[in-house]
């Protein structure tokens, strides 16, 4: 018996019953398993075939999965896309520090403009990394369609050395059907 119901009978018995208030919603000709809004934590009280009897509440996912708009980077590149950014944060940091420095009079001011030099060549390092990594990896994993891809001629190679193994393969099954099991010679 649901807590409405017990709610409804708790005069008859004598006992009053506490826990939640449950506020009744209005019939709206609702199809049997549809789902309603409620005073329920989740929101939604799904309400059984016997409507009387009681409602069991239906939890919504906490979380709702989409599609990616773009596909995820490949390996490669995402390191050294990561690497670059941390290069560059580096960098702003210690430019940062060399502005602060010079600007207060600071020993320190002259290191850190060197150093944030050093880290700007090393930063723009990072950078073209970057795009040659995914110049590269595009090239070998077949993306970009070009007569000159080396991609085309290492699938080419992958689909020979499957097509000889499979052969191989079967002239193995051949001769253990024949029964020769690996002789030579019938003596």
Known sequence: MG?????????????????????????????????????????????????????RPSYRPLWVEEPARRRRLPDPVRTAAVRAVLL??????????AFLCTMAGSWLAFPMVISSVVSTIAATWGALDVWVTRQVWNQRNGVVSVPSSTARALRRERRRTRRQERAAERAQGRIRRRGGAGQLSHS
Do not use: F, Y
């Open 88 to 97: 560059i944060a580096v960098t702003l940091l210690q430019a940062m520090v």
């Open 3 to 55: 807590t409405a119901e017990r709610r409804g009978a708790s005069g008859a018995g004598g006992t009053h019953l506490t826990g939640h208030q449950k506020r009744e919603t209005p019939d709206r000709n609702l199809p049997e398993g549809t789902e309603e809004p409620s005073a329920h934590p989740t929101g939604v009280v799904r309400r059984e075939a016997n409507r009387g009897t009681r409602e």
